[in-house]
C-alpha cells in the first residue's frame, strides 16, 4: 500500500515571499490533517478536512496560511507571505476516518532566509 | 500549545536494556497515542490506548494509561539500535475533530 505522499521535499525562500505544498494520501482516506514541526518540538495540528470539509482549523494563522483540498483527495498548503518562525518541517496525515490511526507522510522542511 | 510533556526529554542507554519514558498531559482525554520518528522512517504510529483502558502490550512495547494523575509510560524492553529515535505521546480530546496534540517528545539513543 502506497503512503502518504508530499512534495516538495525541501524548499528554501526568502521571507515574504510565497510558497505551497502539496500532500497526496493514501487512497481511500477520508481524513487529512496538516501539522507544522518547529525543530525540538512536537508537531502542532494546523488544519484538518473531512472529505472535502474543514473540520477544525482553529490554529491555522489565517492571515497568511490557507489550505484547501479540492475533490476530497489531494490537498494543498499556502504560507503567503512567509515569515522567518515559518522555518518548520510541514506534515501531512491521513486516516481512513476519524478516530482511526493516522499516517504520516515523510514531510516538507521549509526554510525562510 | 503543547498538551503532553515527556519525560526525560533525553535518554540514553545500553543496548538490551530497557527504556522507560513518561508522558503527562493537562486535559481529558478520548485515547493517547505513541509515535517514534527518526530520520530515516519519519512519524510512525506505535500504539494507541483509550481512556477506558489501563495497559496495552504490542510486541516489545508496554503502555500504561492513568487517568486519574493524567500520565502515561511507554516501556520498551530489550532495547535495539534501531529504537534510537524520538518518542512522542500525542492525545486527542474526542468529538469531531480529532487531530493530535503532542508533547515535545523523549530523545532515546541506544548505545551498541
Not at chain 2, 30 to 44: A, C, D, E, T
Amino acid at each position: 500500500e502506497a503512503g502518504v505522499a508530499q512534495s516538495p521535499r525541501y524548499k528554501i525562500i526568502e521571507k515574504r515571499q510565497s510558497v505551497a505544498f502539496w500532500c497526496n494520501p493514501i487512497s481511500g482516506h477520508a481524513t487529512l490533517y496538516w501539522y507544522q514541526q518547529i525543530l525540538g518540538q512536537g508537531p502542532k495540528l494546523l488544519i484538518q478536512f473531512q472529505n472535502n470539509g474543514v473540520v477544525d482549523d482553529s490554529q491555522l494563522p489565517k492571515d497568511r496560511f490557507s489550505a484547501e483540498r479540492l475533490k476530497g483527495v489531494d490537498s494543498t498548503l499556502k504560507i503567503q507571505p512567509a515569515k522567518l518562525e515559518d522555518s518548520a518541517v510541514y506534515l501531512c496525515a491521513s486516516s481512513l476516518s476519524r478516530g482511526n490511526e493516522q499516517f504520516f507522510g515523510p514531510g516538507t522542511r521549509l526554510t525562510v532566509l | 500549545s503543547q498538551q503532553g510533556e515527556e519525560d526525560p526529554q533525553a535518554l540514553s542507554i545500553q543496548e538490551g536494556e530497557n527504556a522507560t519514558m513518561n508522558c503527562s498531559y493537562k486535559t481529558s482525554i478520548n485515547n493517547l497515542q505513541w509515535y517514534r520518528q527518526n530520520s530515516g522512517r519519519g512519524l510512525v504510529h506505535l500504539i494507541l490506548i483509550r481512556s477506558n483502558e489501563r495497559e496495552k502490550h504490542s510486541g516489545r512495547l508496554r503502555v500504561t494509561l492513568d487517568t486519574s494523575k493524567k500520565s502515561s509510560s511507554l516501556l520498551i524492553t530489550a532495547s535495539r539500535a534501531a529504537d534510537t529515535a524520538s518518542y512522542f505521546c500525542a492525545t486527542t480530546s474526542g468529538g469531531g475533530a480529532d487531530g493530535l496534540t503532542f508533547g515535545k517528545g523523549t530523545h532515546l539513543i541506544i548505545q551498541p
